[in-house]
């Protein structure tokens, strides 16, 4: 057990719709970074998140964004959603903004159909 | 394009004998690198790392080792264990230390056989 959670496990919607993700990091953890797997693919960086703050994003699309509130839980908003967002999402957690070693939650499969 | 990459999906080993992994990269700038573990149904794991200062790094069973020209590296599990059996996903850092994002191959599925 990393200490991440992840919350729901499993999400099924259907196209056009929107979708809340919710991560909890270790206890102590200030940064948080989201990651896309979708099918045969290695996991994607999306955005990073450090103390409330954004800190670096990557190949996020901008129908998603994402939040950190004060108590460090973070979210990703997914909307107007297509097929070919269906993947697993991960949530992963640091002590700092320069850490190399993440710690990942179990992650949310998402399906859109 | 993929800056890094894992260019073998599968790797069968018999228990106790090496499991070689592999794991190519592009970007030169990379200076520190990663092996996570992934089982069905959960997150990865962090295994070991490597910084590009170094050329090898050991771990009990796990030894990562690091080839800056020919900017490969390789996981060694010796001796394997069934419980091996997992996904492993090579990642590099591509911000030197100042934004924790990684960059992750596709993963080599392992299945070490009793």
Known sequence: ?113 | DQQVKQNSPSLSVQEGRISILNCDYTNSMFDYFLWYKKYPAEGPTFLISISSIKDKNEDGRFTVFLNKSAKHLSLHIVPSQPGDSAVYFCAASSYGGSQGNLIFGKGTKLSVKP
């Open chain 1, 1 to 113: 057990d990393s200490g991440v959670t992840q919350t729901p496990k499993h999400l099924i919607t259907a196209t056009g719709q929107r979708v809340t993700l919710r991560c909890s990091p270790r206890s102590g953890d200030l940064s948080v970074y989201w990651y896309q797997q979708s099918l045969d693919q290695g996991l994607q960086f999306l955005i990073q998140y450090y103390n409330g703050e954004e800190r670096a994003k990557g190949n996020i699309l901008e129908r998603f964004s994402a939040q950190q509130f004060p108590d460090l839980h973070s979210e990703l908003n997914l909307s107007s959603l297509e097929l070919g967002d269906s993947a697993l999402y991960f949530c992963a957690s640091s002590p700092r903004t320069s850490d190399y070693e993440q710690y990942f939650g179990p992650g949310t499969r998402l399906t859109v159909t």
